[in-house]
């Protein structure tokens, strides 16, 4: 099968001279790499690859496919890999979530000497040796999770955009995981690497969750006592949704698992992780006030010029035009974001 054929132009290698260390005394039988996919043939093919570039320990290390009933191609191209890479298996998910993905794996698939288990996202190319950078770095910090930063890039007007503004502090509120640059404990980051004793004597992930299932995951394991470690120098890029409708399902479904989180686990907001709901509450109260007393207006129209005014800041320092759309990106991901906080709030529902 051609490679080129299956890569989209929106998926890039990552630059590995970041890469300084080499993974010691890693056995690939101590190993188990997940990923989780539905409908990916678009992306199967190039991820597995290059989850396979480097070492020839990689060839060794278990690659599980879990497939949530795919109704493409990704079957058949897994299958056909399967011929070149005699360590990659296929698993039927049948309850489709990302969650439960991984718990399936971790139960058919890992053995008494799995020590490391890898998340692996369908839609990501991952830089050489990757697989062993995260064991190594679980190995060298003795933490429960290893967590990795990820890069926002774009090739549409609205992407760029969109990975302009995403990883700001009025993007993201200053998240560590999104495009830091120092290594450190945190409390949430992108899920790269666990400690399977640690997986298992949380019970993994809660298939109840079908977004924010890692932030969960990471709560309970900072509440068992487990350490969080974000590597700055094991990096993936990602693209963001391309439209304002994908964007606003994304993050109103994100607010929706966050909201399920504290709930669940009587967890208090942080004041990034408030702010939408602030400004949700401030353009409401000035829309309605406004009908009877215009002052109330200019709740709503402050917040529209500070997007406004990094529209204009990152379209010069971008040089593009594209940078303009980055208000209307963070609008969405601010007003989606609260909305799902308080729909699942309010009703409870999935």
Same mark, same amino acid.
């Given at each position: 099968?051609?490679?080129?054929?299956?890569?989209?132009?929106?998926?890039?290698?990552?630059?590995?001279?970041?890469?300084?260390? $080499?993974? +010691?005394? &890693?056995? @690939?039988?101590? *190993?188990?790499?997940?990923?989780?996919? /539905?409908?990916? #043939?678009?992306?199967?093919?190039?991820?597995?690859?290059?989850?396979?570039?480097?070492?020839?320990?990689?060839?060794?290390?278990?690659?599980?496919?879990?497939?949530?009933?795919?109704?493409?191609?990704?079957?058949?191209?897994?299958?056909?890999?399967?011929?070149?890479?005699?360590? $990659?298996? +296929?698993? &039927?998910? @049948?309850?489709? *979530?990302?969650?439960?993905?991984?718990? /399936?794996?971790? #139960?058919?698939?890992?053995?008494?000497?799995?020590?490391?288990?890898?998340?692996?996202?369908?839609?990501?190319?991952?830089?050489?040796?990757?697989?062993?950078?995260?064991?190594?770095?679980?190995?060298?910090?003795?933490?429960?999770?290893?967590?990795?930063?990820?890069?926002?890039?774009?090739?549409?007007?609205?992407?760029?955009?969109?990975?302009?503004?995403?990883?700001?502090? /009025?993007?993201?509120?200053?998240?560590?995981?999104?495009?830091?640059?120092?290594?450190?404990?945190?409390?949430?980051?992108?899920?790269?690497?666990?400690?399977?004793?640690?997986?298992?004597?949380?019970?993994?992930?809660?298939?109840?969750?079908?977004?924010?299932?890692?932030?969960?995951?990471?709560?309970?394991?900072?509440?068992?006592?487990?350490?969080?470690?974000?590597?700055?120098?094991?990096?993936?890029?990602?693209?963001?949704?391309?439209?304002?409708?994908?964007?606003?399902?994304?993050?109103?479904?994100?607010?929706?698992?966050?909201?399920?989180?504290?709930?669940?686990?009587?967890?208090?907001?942080?004041?990034?992780?408030?702010?939408?709901?602030?400004?949700?509450?401030?353009?409401?109260?000035?829309?309605?006030?406004?009908?009877?007393?215009?002052?109330?207006?200019?709740?709503?129209?402050?917040?529209?010029?500070?997007?406004?005014?990094?529209?204009?800041?990152?379209?010069?320092?971008?040089?593009?035009?594209?940078?303009?759309?980055?208000?209307?990106?963070?609008?969405?991901?601010?007003?989606?974001?609260?909305?799902?906080?308080?729909?699942?709030?309010?009703?409870?529902?999935?």
């Amino acid at each position: 099968m051609n490679r080129s054929t299956r890569e989209p132009p929106m998926l890039r290698k990552i630059n590995t001279s970041t890469f300084k260390r $080499l993974p +010691l005394g &890693v056995e @690939p039988a101590a *190993l188990l790499a997940v990923i989780p996919a /539905l409908n990916e #043939a678009r992306h199967i093919e190039t991820c597995i690859r290059s989850l396979m570039e480097g070492s020839p320990l990689l060839r060794l290390v278990p690659l599980v496919v879990a497939d949530g009933g795919s109704t493409d191609d990704t079957v058949k191209i897994v299958k056909s890999l399967m011929v070149e890479y005699p360590n $990659l298996h +296929l698993i &039927v998910n @049948p309850k489709r *979530l990302q969650s439960a993905a991984i718990n /399936l794996a971790v #139960a058919t698939k890992a053995t008494p000497d799995t020590r490391w288990l890898i998340r692996c996202d369908a839609h990501s190319i991952y830089p050489q040796n990757f697989i062993l950078h995260v064991v190594e770095a679980l190995q060298r910090t003795g933490a429960a999770s290893v967590v990795i930063p990820m890069d926002a890039v774009g090739e549409t007007c609205f992407e760029k955009a969109n990975a302009w503004v995403v990883d700001t502090l /009025l993007g993201s509120g200053g998240s560590h995981h999104r495009g830091g640059n120092q290594s450190r404990y945190v409390d949430h980051g992108h899920h790269a690497g666990f400690d399977i004793i640690w997986f298992r004597s949380t019970g993994g992930y809660d298939e109840s969750f079908s977004h924010n299932e890692d932030a969960e995951y990471d709560y309970r394991v900072g509440r068992a006592g487990g350490k969080i470690w974000l590597d700055a120098d094991i990096r993936i890029e990602y693209v963001p949704r391309g439209s304002v409708r994908a964007l606003a399902r994304q993050y109103f479904n994100y607010g929706k698992g966050r909201a399920k989180n504290a709930r669940k686990n009587n967890v208090g907001l942080k004041l990034r992780q408030a702010a939408p709901l602030f400004v949700l509450a401030a353009c409401v109260l000035g829309l309605v006030g406004g009908l009877f007393q215009w002052q109330a207006f200019l709740l709503p129209a402050g917040y529209l010029s500070v997007l406004l005014g990094a529209s204009v800041s990152l379209a010069m320092t971008h040089k593009s035009a594209c940078g303009l759309l980055s208000g209307i990106a963070a609008g969405t991901m601010h007003l989606a974001w609260a909305s799902g906080f308080v729909w699942q709030s309010v009703t409870g529902k999935r």
